[in-house]
Structures are given as C-alpha cells and as structure tokens.
C-alpha cells in the first residue's frame, strides 16, 4: 500500500511544466524497486497435524479440522501408513461435520465452510467454533455464544432459519431436534427445543458447580461433561429439571465420546469407562503419545484420536486398547534435506517425507516416528540425505533409514555414540562428522552397523567439511578448523575469534561463511592456520540464526524469523539483498531457485523467479506467519513504518520539484528530462 501511494505520489506530483517526462520516469524509477522488492515468494507450506481441533472418520478417511491448516482429509485405512490426502487452508478450522460428499467446517475467522471435492462450494459468514448436523439443519455455535439453526438442502447458500440467544455458550451438543449447550462461570446447562427453528424455546437449565468444560456429550438419557478437574454425569430424562448423577474424577481435562454405555476419553492417557451403572468404572486403559487432551472418534471396534497428529487404537477388547498406528506431528520442524522429488525433514517426528513435485502444494507422504525408553516421543535435530539414505541426529541416537520407498521409510540402524545432542553433522563419503560434545567422526560405510572411528575432545557445534579440513564452531572459541586427513586422529590446526556467539556456517572450498551475533562473516582459510575475515555484513534485528546455505554467489541465511537473502559476490562487502518473515525458523536447504525452510511446517520460498535472474537491490517482503501474535505485531509495525515513510518521501519529492519549478521559471531553461535516455540511465 504504501509503495503503490508513493509511486501515485511521484507519477501526480514530480513532473514540472518544463518536464512532462519527470513524473512517469520517477513512477517508473518506484515500480521497479517495487517489482524487485516482491522478488522472493512463498509458494506453500506442508500440512501438520499438531493442532487439530475435531476428527470426523467415514469410509476409511479422516477430515481434520486442524486451526490455521484448515481441513485435511488423511487416509487411515491402513493405520501403520496414515497419509494426508488433501488440504484445504482456511482461517481457522475448528469444527467439522460430513454428510455423504459434503463437508462442513466451523472456521473461527470465515464462519461455516461448505466443502465438496476439496473445494469451497458455499459458506455462511458468522465466525463459528462447533457445528452439528441433525435432520438437514446445520446447528453452529457463533463464536458470541449465539447458536444458529442453518437449513442447508442447498448446500451452496445455507439459509438462517432461527436462533438462539445464549450468549456464555461454550459447548454444543444436538439430538434430533434438542440442542444441550453449556456456558457461563460457573457453568450453566441449557436444553433448547429446535423443532420449530424459528422459535426455539428453553426447556430447562441446571447449575453446575465448575468453571470450564473441556468436552460435551448426549447419549439417550443421560449427559456427559467433561471439566478440568473432573468427568460428570446428568440425567436429562426430564428436560425441564436436569439432575446430577455420578462424578468421575480421573477423567478431567479431556474430550470423549460415548458409545453404548461405554466413554472413550483422551486425558493425558487414553482411557476406557464402563457407565452403565450410577458408578462409572474404568476397563481399559493406555499410554498416548502425547499428554495434551484429545478428540475422539470410534467406529466399530476402532477409535480414532487427534490431537498431536492421530493415534489408532484397536478397543475390541475394552479391557487392553492396543495401539495400531501413529501419525504424529508434535513440535515444530527442526531441519530439512532436499533430493530431487523429497524433502526430508527432522523435527517432532523422528523423519518426516514431503512430496515437493508441485512446490505450492508439499504433501507429506511419509513418517517414522518411535517414543523413548521414558515414554515420550523421540524428536530429531538434524538431516542429511545422501542417495537412498537419510541421517537423522537427535539427543539420543543417531540413525539411519532407507527412503528408496519414501511413503515408508525403514530404519536401517541405530547407533548411541558418547555425545550430547547431535547439533549438526556432515556425511562426507563413508564417514558422518558429527559437532556435539567433540567432533565425532562416524563410520556409516554399514548403514545398519555405525561405528566410531574417532573423537576430537573440543565443544563442537554445526559442522562443514571441506577438503581435509573440518570446520566447527563454539561459543568460546568461535571459528575451530581441524584436520581430518587423517580419520582416526583428528588435530586442531587454529581457531578464529569472532564477536559475539557463532551459531551457524558452511565452507565453500577455502572460504567459510560464518553466521551468528547478528552478522554474516566471510572467512578466507586459504591458509588454514591463518584465518582471517576478509568481509562482513548486519543483519539488523536478526538474531538466534539457525542455517547458512551458500549457493553460487547468493547466501541464504536462516533465523528464528525469517530468512535473509545476501549476495556474496564481492566477499569483502557482502549486501543483503532480501528479507522473508517467518517465525520458529530451524535449518534451510536451497535447491535452484527454492528454499526449502523447517519453521512449524516446511515452507517453500521461491528466492527469485529464475535460476538466472536474480534480484539486483535490497528490499524487504513479509510473508505469513501462521498468524502468531509477535508476526502480526511486526506486520502491523512494518505496515506502519512504511505509511510514513511513504509519506514523508512522497512530501519531500513534492516540495522539492516545487522549488525546482519556481527556479526553472525564473530563468526560463528547460532541461534534459525531455531526453529519453536521461529517464533510462536514472532507473
């Protein structure tokens, strides 16, 4: 906005009566620094499931609704190799329902979303958090706490038949044509007949003494709610004088559903409950992979919970759910290694495949994951690909697995050297250098049998081999370069101080470009026990960097948010030439003109439009966040900055041509702006 107002400003303001060519060729001189500015794109993110909201399972498909994601469709059919389908982004997806071939989602920023054939096919705009269908109606609780009673036969246009007023709703459950909703602090049940939705009536209320329920649900006679601090039982045989039953207090802050007489409820654990009597007992019961609460669906003798991703459970027998597959997706992503069709990614889970064919649209197409000795799962820090092999660094293990089939990557080996975290590692023919506590160098010639071949005793970090030089850094010590020539005895040839903490780098032959303390350091090791900086670069409000990637004369330098894009041709005065705003930003790989960055998601980034064209000047674009409130913070302030500095340029350019005309008029020249080519040399 504000440079398409300065170039107006320019175009309106700066020609003179003398120069009727100023105004355009300074518009032209704003458009292109515009058009360079938009050089660096976002052209897709891959699809979690860390954030799903509601699960609804048919025919062997489950449709997530799943926050800022929007919806996915994942096939479960075969439970160990769960795979996403499709995704459909929207606002914020939190509630979802499917009819035959229509899907419905309530989207807290863009209301009710018709879905069919994983497009939008009609919406209603009221923000909405729940939605239920029962008998053609589409009843959706508004994000006031109104519920609204949509006919949706024609699913295109969805019609307001009626509402009703019950502003604290929190929860929505609908039998038929009675809706059971609770809201309020203390909690406050209500029963509403729907039958005639243009005039709904309250058929009673019953006073709970909690403050927040977690789940809600209705089966025959008899409601459930689910609080904090414990699981509730009402009988609601009469609707206008609800009662209290029964108090279970293991199943606090959870979501469940109800079968038969039997409550499938995910807490920190997954737990089975016999309530056929006044006395709810539990039958079963089993470890999660994630200790957060969690949707729950059962169909058959199968259920179905997403909440980090989506467990499978076989409950045939009550007694021992056993589980049957995992599609976890906890934490964020950590790191990322890119071969022609797949990016490989280290994160929440142990490895992660991503489709990359169609860069707008990353699919990912395959998993491994595996908990710990303690129970919780094993995340990864680091990742290589070479050929068919992946290997992945974490703080226990390093392994590694087969990806010839990469829908189903197969461990190969697991080793556990005597180091700390893996921070980072290089695979260099058949041995991994691996930076922890000490440079490891690992024998990975057997993928299946990893072995040591030898440790250099020094605080090790990121690693890059070049030659029989490896390259390391530390917080003490900043830049170490260490001989490898010889395998089984590494030896320290120097080290360079640098100011600040180093947090990343990569050698390109005998130049090593060094990342950390807000800056980009280009280091000549021509002379390996003389190092010296030859040139250096700020990267302004740019800290916590995470990943340095040198391709051609172009860096590509990574950060908690964002990545900066600097041209390193002249290594004595490197320049930043782009900036993208993303934020929980880990590792970064580039491939042509795409980089491919772990943040939450993998994001894909076209660095310029061709692999020859690369952009001549500075400039700074914003990207999405995900809608973090830090992002939209610094959007609104860029927005801000930029407004005014439109502005004030925009002014200043007025005044200035003002002046210039009155002294033009005075002496009666013309000038050179008449001249086609004074307008080209000043673009």
């Given at each position: 906005t504000a440079s398409a107002f300065l170039c107006l400003t320019l175009f309106f303001f700066s020609p003179s009566p003398h120069n009727p060519t100023s105004g355009p060729c300074m518009a032209l001189l704003c458009v292109t620094y515009a058009a360079v500015v938009a050089s660096l794109t976002l052209l897709g993110q891959t699809v979690t499931?860390?954030?799903?909201?509601?699960?609804?399972?048919?025919?062997?498909?489950?449709?997530?609704?799943?926050?800022?994601?929007?919806?996915?469709?994942?096939?479960?059919?075969?439970?160990?190799?769960?795979?996403?389908?499709?995704?459909?982004?929207?606002?914020?997806?939190?509630?979802?329902?499917?009819?035959?071939?229509?899907?419905?989602?309530?989207?807290?920023?863009?209301?009710?979303?018709?879905?069919?054939?994983?497009?939008?096919?009609?919406?209603?705009?009221?923000?909405?958090?729940?939605?239920?269908?029962?008998?053609?109606?589409?009843?959706?609780?508004?994000?006031?706490?109104?519920?609204?009673?949509?006919?949706?036969?024609?699913?295109?246009?969805?019609?307001?038949?009626?509402?009703?007023?019950?502003?604290?709703?929190?929860?929505?459950?609908?039998?038929?044509?009675?809706?059971?909703?609770?809201?309020?602090?203390?909690?406050?049940?209500?029963?509403?007949?729907?039958?005639?939705?243009?005039?709904?009536?309250?058929?009673?209320?019953?006073?709970?003494?909690?403050?927040?329920?977690?789940?809600?649900?209705?089966?025959?006679?008899?409601?459930?709610?689910?609080t904090y601090s414990s699981f509730l039982i009402f009988d609601v045989t009469d609707p206008s004088a609800p009662s209290f039953t029964a108090e279970y207090s293991e199943g606090g802050n959870a979501i469940f559903v109800i079968v038969d007489n039997t409550v499938y409820l995910a807490n920190q654990r997954f737990r089975i409950i016999d309530v056929s009597t006044d006395t709810p007992l539990l039958v079963g019961l089993a470890n999660r992979s994630s200790t957060n609460r969690g949707f729950v669906q059962v169909e058959g003798t199968t259920a179905y919970i997403a909440g980090d991703g989506i467990q499978v459970f076989d409950v045939a027998n009550a007694s021992n759910p056993m589980l049957l597959g995992d599609f976890n997706r906890p934490g964020g992503a950590k790191d990322v290694a890119v071969s022609g069709d797949y990016a490989y990614i280290a994160g929440g889970a142990l490895l992660q495949v991503v489709d990359i064919k169609n860069p707008a649209v990353p699919r990912i197409v395959g998993f491994y994951s595996e908990n710990t000795d303690g129970g919780a799962v094993q995340t990864s820090t680091t990742v290589q690909v070479v050929g068919s092999i992946v290997y992945v660094g974490t703080c226990l293990y390093f392994y590694t697995f087969d990806v010839s089939t990469p829908s189903q990557p197969r461990r190969l080996g697991r080793f556990k050297p005597q180091f700390n975290c893996a921070i980072g590692f290089q695979i260099v023919g058949t041995i991994a250098y691996v930076g922890s506590s000490g440079l490891h160098l690992l024998d990975?010639?057997?993928?299946?049998?990893?072995?040591?071949?030898?440790?250099?005793?020094?605080?090790?970090?990121?690693?890059?081999?070049?030659?029989?030089?490896?390259?390391?850094?530390?917080?003490?010590?900043?830049?170490?370069?260490?001989?490898?020539?010889?395998?089984?005895?590494?030896?320290?040839?120097?080290?360079?101080?640098?100011?600040?903490?180093?947090?990343?780098?990569?050698?390109?032959g005998t130049t090593v470009y060094v990342a950390g303390a807000g800056s980009l350091f280009v280091i000549d090791a021509a002379t390996p026990s003389a190092p010296s900086v030859i040139g250096s670069v700020e990267l302004r409000d740019f800290t916590f960097v995470k990943d340095v990637v040198v391709t051609g004369d172009t860096a590509v330098v990574s950060g908690a948010k964002g990545v900066r894009v600097i041209n390193v041709s002249n290594s004595?005065?490197?320049?930043?030439?782009?900036?993208?705003?993303?934020?929980?930003?880990?590792?970064?790989?580039?491939?042509?003109?795409?980089?491919?960055?772990?943040?939450?998601?993998?994001?894909?980034?076209?660095?310029?439009?061709?692999?020859?064209?690369?952009?001549?000047?500075?400039?700074?674009?914003?990207?999405d966040s995900d809608n973090d409130d830090d992002e939209l913070a610094t959007l609104l302030m860029i927005t801000g900055i930029s407004v005014v500095l439109g502005l004030t340029v925009g002014i200043a350019v007025f005044k200035w041509q003002v002046r210039r005309n009155e002294r033009e008029d005075a002496v009666g020249q013309d000038t050179e702006m008449h001249d086609p080519q004074t307008c080209r040399d000043m673009v």
């Open positions: 499931l860390d954030r799903v909201k509601s699960i609804k399972v048919v025919g062997g498909t489950a449709y997530t609704a799943d926050g800022s994601s929007g919806l996915a469709a994942v096939d479960v059919r075969n439970p160990m190799e769960m795979t996403i389908l499709w995704n459909l982004a929207m606002g914020d997806a939190r509630g979802v329902e499917v009819a035959g071939s229509t899907i419905y989602v309530a989207d807290a920023i863009t209301g009710l979303q018709v879905v069919q054939a994983g497009s939008v096919v009609g919406r209603y705009s009221d923000p909405c958090s729940e939605v239920y269908l029962s008998a053609g109606i589409a009843y959706v609780r508004s994000l006031e706490g109104v519920i609204l009673a949509l006919d949706v036969a024609d699913p295109t246009t969805p019609k307001l038949l009626g509402s009703y007023n019950f502003n604290a709703s929190k929860n929505l459950f609908v039998v038929d044509t009675t809706v059971y909703s609770l809201g309020g602090s203390p909690l406050d049940l209500q029963i509403i007949d729907f039958s005639t939705p243009s005039d709904p009536v309250l058929l009673g209320s019953l006073g709970i003494d909690k403050f927040t329920a977690t789940s809600f649900r209705v089966s025959g006679n008899t409601a459930y709610v689910g990975v010639s057997k993928p299946e049998d990893i072995t040591t071949i030898s440790v250099y005793r020094a605080q090790a970090g990121v690693v890059s081999v070049s030659g029989t030089v490896a390259y390391t850094v530390n917080m003490f010590e900043g830049l170490i370069l260490i001989d490898v020539g010889n395998t089984s005895a590494p030896a320290r040839i120097a080290s360079l101080r640098l100011p600040g903490i180093v947090e990343a780098l990569v050698a390109s004595s005065a490197p320049q930043v030439l782009e900036s993208y705003a993303l934020t929980k930003v880990g590792g970064i790989a580039v491939v042509g003109n795409m980089a491919y960055v772990a943040n939450d998601r993998m994001s894909v980034l076209e660095l310029w439009e061709s692999s020859s064209t690369r952009p001549p000047t500075p400039g700074i674009t914003e990207g």
